[in-house]
């Protein structure tokens, strides 16, 4: 079945650090992809999203581009901030959408320190 | 932009009684929306998909019995967690699918359940 793998966290990293974040995944056909952040204490808020290959997302400096030949979609950002600490969700909408099922990886923690 | 709000925000109940979470859409319709039980460290699990005005759709090895889910309105869904016991401990969260919308599902902010 689809699926969706996150690297390991937690991620530390210090003030205008460059971020990267790895997401792979594992579908039929050609999925939609999702990055989600969960700040704290607070629900899941969609970050960005792209709906076919070689699309980039992006918003509010993070970026992400759809690689279909090796099936990744990884989060950047170049210069993080203390706030931009949070759970990051990669996701997957499959093919057959299902009205619009996600299927989540693990969730990476990243902490940036002042 | 789409607001999911949840209510109770966070709930402590003792072992054996049941406990109801509302999900609703606060500013559009929803025909669809989901549950998830997030534990800590870990990511979403996929409980059930709820679709207004018929049965939710369980996913593997989720009790349908044991979390009831009732979808009464393009607004409202609840979740119940009947006969709740300490291993039923978990963050719940609902998201919403904007009717209309290819693919943008709306979180709402969890409930926090803490089985004594």
């Known amino acids: 079945g689809d699926s969706v793998t996150q690297m390991e966290g937690p991620v530390t990293l210090s003030e205008e650090a460059f971020l990267t974040i790895n997401c792979t995944y594992t579908?039929?056909?050609?999925?939609?992809l999702f990055w989600y952040v969960q700040y704290p204490g607070e629900g899941l808020q969609l970050l960005l999203k792209a709906t076919k290959a070689d699309d980039k997302g992006s918003n509010k400096g993070f970026e992400a581009t759809y690689r279909k030949e090796t099936t990744s979609f990884h989060l950047e950002k170049g210069s993080v901030q203390v706030s931009d600490s949070a759970v990051y969700f990669c996701?997957?909408?499959?093919?057959?959408?299902?009205?619009?099922?996600?299927?989540f990886g693990q969730g990476t923690e990243l902490s940036v320190k002042p | 932009g789409a607001v999911v709000s949840q209510h109770p925000s966070r709930v402590i109940c003792k072992s054996g009684t049941s406990v109801k979470i509302e999900c609703r859409s606060l500013d559009f319709q929803a025909t669809t929306m989901f549950w998830y039980r997030q534990f800590p460290k870990k990511s979403l699990m996929l409980m059930a998909t709820?679709?207004?005005?018929?049965?939710?759709?369980?996913e593997q090895g989720v009790e349908k019995d044991k979390f009831l889910i009732n979808h009464a309105s393009l607004t409202l869904s609840t979740l119940t967690v009947t006969s709740a016991h300490p291993e039923d401990s978990s963050f719940y969260i609902c998201?919403?699918?904007?009717?209309?919308?290819?693919?943008?599902?709306?979180f709402g902010p969890g409930t926090r359940l803490l089985v004594l």
């Open positions: 996701a997957l909408s499959g093919i057959y959408n299902q009205g619009g099922k996600l299927i």
């Open positions: 579908a039929t056909g050609y999925p939609s």
């Open positions: 709820s679709n207004e005005g018929s049965k939710a759709t369980y």
């Open positions: 998201s919403a699918h904007l009717r209309g919308s290819q693919e943008t599902q709306y």
